[in-house]
């Protein structure tokens, strides 16, 4: 098994354009979760998906902000009408059961 | 809501010693787990240690082992002969019924040669 996978792995976008992040969670894994992690902070959770389900969202995640999970494997994030402020690291993790494995993020920079 | 606090910013360690990381958490949940995750300069996260809150036996995984204290919520680790390759950002996290891991703040430690 090759893990979590994320692309791309870097993203510099200006300020109003729309980004989107992909993840692949490892194979036999049935939950995803998204979160954001900012300079000297821990992550933050903002979705998570069970199968193709959306089962919650953060208050973090503005109407901005929006995630799918199409047929229940990958997932893409995406972000329109980008903001300084949502330069962040964005991470992908899946699970079976209660553990969550990380995938490498995405560190966006928006100028 | 549920809160982990993580009151070292920053720790270190001499190699081959002894370290140990602090870890707080406040819930009203009774079942639960609890992790540290290690997170080394520009790499991703990675799973350290597990801790289930109903089992009393302290969790251990080689070098790493915790402290885990139900009634006090505290939940430490401790890094045995500590190697150069342990210098990373150490997050606390806690997993409750709402699926969703909460972090503290991270701890960073370094080993030095």
């Known amino acids: 098994d090759t893990g979590v996978s994320q692309n791309p792995r870097h993203k510099i976008t200006k300020r109003g354009q729309n980004v989107t992040f992909r993840c692949d969670p490892i194979?036999?894994?049935?939950?995803l979760y998204w979160y954001r992690q900012t300079l000297g902070q821990g992550p933050e959770f903002l979705t998570y998906?069970?199968?193709?389900?959306?089962?919650?969202k953060s208050r973090l995640l503005s109407d901005r902000f929006s995630a799918e999970r199409p047929k229940g494997s990958f997932s893409t994030l995406e972000i329109q009408r980008t903001e300084q402020g949502d330069s962040a690291m964005y991470l992908c993790a899946s699970s079976f059961d209660y553990e969550q494995y990380f995938g490498p993020g995405t560190r966006l920079t928006v100028t | 809501a549920q809160t982990v606090t993580q009151s070292q910013p920053e720790m270190s360690v001499q190699e081959a010693e002894t370290v140990t990381l602090s870890c707080t958490y406040d819930t009203s949940e009774s079942d639960y787990y609890l992790f540290w995750y290690k997170q080394p300069p520009s790499r991703q996260m990675i799973l350290v240690i597990r801790q289930e809150a109903y089992k009393q036996q302290n969790a251990t995984e080689n070098r790493f082992s915790v402290n885990f204290q139900k009634a006090a919520k505290s939940f430490s680790l401790k890094i045995s002969d500590s190697q150069l390759g342990d210098a990373a950002m150490y997050f606390c996290?806690?997993?409750?019924?709402?699926?969703?891991?909460?972090f503290g703040k991270g701890t960073k430690l370094t080993v030095n040669p």
């Open positions: 194979s036999e894994h049935n939950r």
């Open positions: 996290a806690f997993l409750g019924g709402s699926e969703k891991l909460v």
């Open positions: 998906f069970q199968n193709e389900a959306q089962l919650e």
